[in-house]
T-cell receptor, first 112, second 112 residues
Framework: DTAVSQTPKYLVTQMGNDKSIKCEQN?????MYWYKQDSKKFLKIMFS???????INETVPNRFSPKSPDKAHLNLHINSLELGDSAVYFC???????????FGPGTRLTVL | GDSVTQMEGPVTLSEEAFLTINCTYT??????LFWYVQYPGEGLQLLLK?????DKGSNKGFEATYRKETTSFHLEKGSVQVSDSAVYFC???????????FGQGTELSVKP
């Protein structure tokens, strides 16, 4: 059973389009996160949610909008995609804040 | 703000060599410290962690000790294998919403 899953694994799209990435965890965790990994493999937090409530919004452009329909899901919607949005996006979850985080396999987004 | 600094890679070793990847941190309070590993094309996996000073985390032959006096959490393995080739990330977790702050990653390549 996959603990943290993301779809799609690869996403290739044109500048200006709107796209979504979905994340689901079956670990029963309360907290979920989105991280961005750039081309140099540097990882940075974007958002975190605890029990469907936004906890962290790390100065991400408002073109990025996370949505948590329930504790097990945290989706990421991106409007008006730009070239600089090309990256690998990782979802993660933890039982509580500051606990060990478990990562999904990542979604590689390429904006042309 | 809090930060993590890792030794730069790539690091290339022969099989059975000794591995050290240096990691130092700057943090207020008492963070938890983690090492994550990313194999090619995959997400991040927790390798080991330590939650307080002088704790030693260990897993799969890897070890790291939380040194508050030197603000370090160096990763070591006595005898590396080709299968250890991956990117290794040092990270700290604070109580600010549970976000992980990552070092820049160190790529390890082990040759037979």
């Amino acid at each position: 059973d996959t603990a943290v899953s993301q779809t799609p694994k690869y996403l290739v799209t044109q500048m200006g389009n709107d796209k979504s990435i979905k994340c689901e965890q079956n670990l029963g965790h309360d907290t979920m996160y989105w991280y961005k990994q750039d081309s140099k493999k540097f990882l940075k937090i974007m958002f975190s949610y605890n029990n469907k409530e936004l906890i962290i919004n790390e100065t991400v452009p408002n073109r990025f909008s996370p949505k948590s329909p329930d504790k097990a899901h945290l989706n990421l919607h991106i409007n008006s995609l730009e070239l600089g949005d090309s990256a690998v996006y990782f979802c993660a979850s933890s039982q509580a804040q500051a606990d060990t985080q478990y990562f999904g396999p990542g979604t590689r987004l390429t904006v042309l | 703000g809090d930060s993590v600094t890792q030794m730069e890679g790539p690091v290339t070793l022969s099989e059975e060599a000794f591995l050290t990847i240096n990691c130092t941190y700057t943090a207020t309070g008492y963070p938890s410290l983690f090492w994550y590993v990313q194999y090619p094309g995959e997400g991040l996996q927790l390798l080991l962690k330590a939650t307080k000073a002088d704790d030693k985390g260990s897993n799969k032959g890897f070890e790291a000790t939380y040194r508050k006096e030197t603000t370090s959490f160096h990763l070591e393995k006595g005898s590396v294998q080709v299968s250890d080739s991956a990117v290794y990330f040092c990270a700290l977790g604070n109580n600010q919403g549970g976000k992980l702050i990552f070092g820049q990653g160190t790529e390890l390549s082990v040759k037979p």
